[in-house]
């Protein structure tokens, strides 16, 4: 798993890895900015225009108030979704990854088949849509786990990372039946990959190159099952 990450990693200045990169940053910073803008626009839709305080008498400007707290929450909620969406949005341009992966390290290989698009997007979309569910529903949980909370973190998205990784880099060479079998034969070992992958997460400016690191990572250790016929 190691030297699948390293090798990842030399690869790292690679145009098509940068040009992925960039998209699955500027597509997850314009969904983040528009959720945002919802849910500023709900909460001085909620607002009242005043409140009355015994002693005090009535209170205005509560919604430009609730606004400004509403920037803190939403930088909060970034922190956590931010790579979650930004993975989400790299498996759009999966294939690119792979492709540049393949090139360089297996050029024997016969070229792969590449997912259909629509089936990319509902790949991406089922990904996206469990992965902020989890992450949002473990807001909750966190403050329960102490000081775990990294470890938890890491868990949960190296669980769902490896599993979605694995699985869409599978599919290019494998059937669907065969790509699912493989995935649970070697179930421990890609969580502990996706765990690699989930762990520097919470390291700002490196988070965002983790999408790209994590298909690259899975396509070599796809590559190094296979050939072991594991």
């Not at 940068?18 to 839709?45: D, E, K």
């Not at 669980?159 to 059937?175: C, D, I, N």
């Amino acid at each position: 798993m190691l030297g699948a990450f390293l090798r990842a990693l030399g690869q790292i200045g690679d145009r098509r890895f940068r040009r992925v990169l960039l998209l699955g940053v500027l597509l997850a910073l314009a969904l983040l900015v528009a959720a945002y803008a919802g849910f500023l626009q709900l909460v001085w839709w909620l607002s009242p225009d005043s409140i009355e305080i015994p002693f005090v008498g009535p209170v205005t400007g509560i919604d430009t108030l609730l606004g400004w707290a509403s920037i803190l929450v939403m930088l909060g909620l970034s922190v956590f979704l931010m790579v979650p969406v930004a993975s989400a949005f790299t498996g759009l341009f999966l294939e690119d990854v792979a492709d540049a992966v393949e090139d360089r390290h297996y050029p024997h290989l016969p070229p792969a088949t590449a997912l259909p698009w629509a089936e990319g997007l509902r790949q991406s979309v089922n990904f996206l849509g469990v992965v902020i569910a989890v992450n949002l529903l473990a807001l909750f949980l966190y403050p329960l786990a102490g000081p775990a909370i990294p470890l938890v973190f890491w868990a949960i998205n190296g669980f769902l990372l490896g599993r979605e990784y694995f699985t869409l880099v599978a599919l290019r060479r494998l059937p669907p039946a065969e790509a699912k079998a493989m995935r649970r034969r070697n179930g421990l070992r890609l969580w502990l990959a996706g765990t690699l992958m989930a762990a520097p997460l919470s390291v700002p400016v490196l988070n965002l190159v983790i999408p790209v690191l994590g298909v690259a990572t899975f396509t070599h250790l796809f590559h190094r099952l296979a050939a072991a016929g594991r």
